[in-house]
């Protein structure tokens, strides 16, 4: 794939991530409003509760982008159908038991969150379960689907569909429920279009990628390969878990579905963070694979890190600057003072996230090297410890308690990976890494003291000052950037961002 390629997959990406922000944005009040703050916490407590399930993909997916990506490059198109066929086997086995199991938790959702829920809740809580696990045994199959899109770097197509599924969902969950119809309803809604994305993808593999897929031969020697790498993929999933799922999951047994719909909303608001971040990293991997592949030195892999990670801490550390100084104003005007909370939860994770991912095309490396195995067992010890410190913390600061543990466990994490395991593993050079980070702090402190200043002149909420203030300290964030924070290599890939836009916009 070429760098013009990549650019167009970013590009992209950036695209549907503003559509989905925008939607998120503009839908989510209208969706509390029409669930109500219980019946919203119930939905959101269900979709924890099924995207923990998720983890019984066990890392596969990952895995076929990975594999997929080296056999491309080694041009081993044998390989890569024997692959496809193991993975559907594979996966047939994995939505068998995610059903079975969904099917005996079914039971005991009533035992779980008696103390916590009402009967009535109760009741809208186990519809919402059983559609919902229904949807997820089809999910394994669609999410093996995008990761072989994924590895032939298709990312635009990936985008494409997603956009036309998120336009067709909003205009279909805002008919039905200013109709009246509640959470069941979104969630038989996102089941159906789930079942559409992925005939869409099949189609698309088939007649544009040329899948084939081969039951002939049961390669168990790869077999054994991928389970290897997809079990530390699952752990370090697993690890994931603890940080966006399970402290629902006992918020609402232990506190109610409001304390559930607060802390779902401060972890949504993480999630787009965390998503903007993957709009770049998700691209890298087939690259470090193929660089790992050919034998690339820790010194170049050093400076390709360090080349992502600017660009991360740049655009990341600017959105986190911007929520600290004006988060709780827009929580205040977005879905109102009951949720005001949200705000604290959303900046404390959201700190965590800025470090995860400007490490973690280090991660993806170790997985390349199939060398992530200590980081992985390390990662779900300390998110384990994370979620108990959390828990602890939860007596005196309430749900912004168990934000703040999570994200100690996260900076410990990130600390001891580095000198522990990094290092020794590619030559990580740690100096460069923070010498070339450092550089583009003043500028970010001369913003950020602008938008403090901002913010104490302008001290009314409306959204009008909102986004006045927004805009102005935007405007002077890029310009502190592009004059002190950039160098001339990150120069001269804006100035061709906007050089392709622009071609794409005169042969649109």
């Given amino acids: 794939m070429s760098s013009k390629d990549i650019k167009k997959g970013i590009l992209s990406s950036y695209g549907m991530y503003g559509a989905e922000i925008i939607a998120g944005l503009l839908f989510t009040p209208f969706l509390i409003n029409s669930l109500g703050q219980s019946e919203y916490g119930i939905y959101a407590l269900m979709g924890a509760m099924i995207a923990s399930f998720t983890l019984m993909d066990f890392g596969f997916g990952n895995a076929i982008t990975r594999y997929v990506s080296q ?21 047939l086995v994995i939505a068998a038991l995610a059903l079975l199991l969904g099917i005996v938790l079914y039971y005991f959702i009533e035992d779980i969150y008696s103390s916590g ?11 919402i379960f059983i559609i919902a696990i ?6 394994f199959f669609i999410g093996a689907l995008n990761a072989y899109i994924q590895a032939y770097e298709k990312f635009t197509i990936i985008n494409l569909f997603n956009f036309v599924r998120l336009i067709i969902r909003i205009a279909v969950l805002y008919t039905l429920l200013s109709l009246g119809y509640k959470s069941i309803a979104v969630v038989i809604v996102d089941t159906i279009l789930n079942l559409v994305t992925g005939i869409a993808y ?5 007649f544009k990628l040329n899948l084939k897929i081969s039951f002939d031969k049961m390669d168990r ?13 699952f752990l370090s999933n697993l690890a994931d878990m603890f940080y966006w799922r399970v402290c629902l999951l006992i918020l609402g047994a232990i506190s109610g579905s409001t304390s559930v719909a607060v802390f779902a909303i401060g972890l949504t608001l993480a999630s787009y963070y965390q998503y903007i971040s993957g709009i770049i990293n998700s691209k890298l991997f087939p690259r470090i694979t193929q660089m790992v592949s050919s034998g690339v030195n820790g010194k170049d892999l050093t400076l390709f890190i360090v080349r992502t990670a600017r660009i991360q801490v740049t655009l990341l550390g600017g959105i986190l600057i911007a929520f600290q100084l004006y988060g709780s104003e827009f929580i205040y ?5 009951d949720y ?5 939860i959303g900046l404390i994770l959201m700190a965590a996230m800025i470090i995860n991912a400007v490490l973690y095309p280090c991660v993806m490396i170790l997985r390349a090297k199939k060398n992530d195995g200590s980081r992985t067992i390390l990662q779900l010890a300390l998110m384990i410890v994370g979620l108990i410190l959390g828990l602890f913390l939860f007596q005196w600061l309430g749900v912004i308690g168990i934000a703040l543990g999570l994200t100690i466990a996260i900076i410990l994490l990130n600390w001891i990976v580095i000198q522990k395991i990094y290092i020794k593993a590619f030559e990580f050079n740690v100096y460069v890494f923070g010498n070339e980070i450092i ?7 001369m913003s950020y003291a602008f938008g403090f200043v901002l913010n104490n002149l302008l001290i009314d909420y409306s959204w009008s000052l909102f986004f006045i203030k927004c805009i102005l300290f935007t405007a002077f964030y890029i310009t502190f950037i592009w004059r002190y924070g950039a160098n001339e290599t990150e120069r001269e890939l804006v100035k061709n961002l906007v050089s392709t836009m622009k071609t794409g916009l005169v042969h649109s």
């Fill in 221 to 233: 020697k790869l077999l054994k390969e991928i389970s290897g790498y997809s079990f530390f993929v």
């Fill in 134 to 139: 229904l949807n997820l045994s089809v999910s």
């Fill in 117 to 127: 829920l009402t009967t009535n809740e109760l009741n809208i809580a186990k519809a």
């Fill in 71 to 91: 056999y491309r490059f080694e041009g081993r198109k044998d390989k890569e159908s024997n692959l496809i066929g193991m993975s559907i086997l594979i996966y």
């Fill in 439 to 445: 550089k583009i702090l003043p500028s970010m402190g």
């Fill in 202 to 206: 099949v189609v698309y593999s088939k």
């Fill in 340 to 344: 005001s909370q949200a705000a604290s």
């Fill in 333 to 337: 005007l977005w879905i109102g003072n």
